[in-house]
């Protein structure tokens, strides 16, 4: 059983420019997380989805920033018109239900030049 | 609003030393407690999770305690070794979903040969 796959591990992308993050949770989990690490800070909550809905975005930015969790494939968040500020380590998490342990992948570095 | 802040952000020990990492919140309303390490440019492992009807969880030479009238867990690493190097995170859920963390700051752990 895989664990949380994340790809790409490394992004770089000129200000401007749309960063697409994929998340694939680990086999027979339904529930994503998304959280955001900027540099020099801890870990922030971004969005939680569940297949086809999200269901909290408390942790969204209000523009520039959507995510989802399709019937089929990953979970893709998704950064129009990067900037600088936008530069981090977003990780995803997964689980089989909202009451149960996190596992998490190992990250996308976003660097926005 | 739960806050959850770890002290001291930086710690640095010789190999062989035992040691206490410390975390504190706010809110003594927690569903559980949960210890992840992070090595550099990786992702979150899992280390321990105390719910909130347990006062400690061990694995190894890792001693996880909670005492939630005081707002403080603590980390017990015994015996540590230089492979213990890395960024010690505790966090904690939001009520009703286990899955949205609220992460401390973090302690950054040197052991030294």
């Known amino acids: 059983n895989a664990g949380v796959m994340q790809n790409p591990r490394h992004l770089v992308r000129r200000r401007g420019q749309e960063a697409r993050l994929r998340c694939s949770p680990m086999k027979g989990h339904s529930h994503v997380y998304w959280y955001r690490q900027l540099p020099e800070e801890g870990l922030k909550f971004m969005v939680y989805l569940q297949k086809e809905n999200i269901i909290d975005e408390s942790g969204m930015p209000k523009e520039r920033f959507s995510a989802e969790f399709p019937k089929e494939g990953p979970s893709i968040l998704r950064i129009q018109q990067v900037v600088r500020g936008d530069s981090a380590a977003y990780f995803c998490?997964?689980?089989?239900?909202?009451?149960?342990?996190?596992?998490f992948g190992s990250g996308t570095q976003l660097s926005v030049l | 609003k739960q806050e959850v802040t770890q002290i001291p952000a930086a710690l640095s020990v010789p190999e062989g030393e035992n040691l206490v990492l410390n975390c504190s919140f706010t809110?003594?309303?927690?569903?559980?407690l949960q210890w992840f390490r992070q090595d550099p440019g990786k992702g979150l492992t899992s280390l321990l999770l105390?719910?909130?009807?347990?006062r400690e969880q061990t694995s190894g030479r890792l001693n996880a305690s909670l005492d939630k009238s005081s707002g403080r867990s603590t980390l017990y690493i015994a015996a540590s070794q230089p492979g213990d190097s890395a960024t010690y995170l505790c966090?904690?859920?939001?009520?009703?979903?286990?899955?949205?963390?609220?992460f401390g700051q973090g302690t950054t752990l040197q052991v030294k040969p």
């Open positions: 105390i719910q909130s009807s347990q």
């Open positions: 809110d003594s309303a927690i569903y559980n």
């Open positions: 966090a904690t859920p939001t009520p009703g979903n286990t899955g949205k963390l609220i």
């Open positions: 998490a997964s689980s089989p239900t909202s009451l149960e342990k996190l596992f």
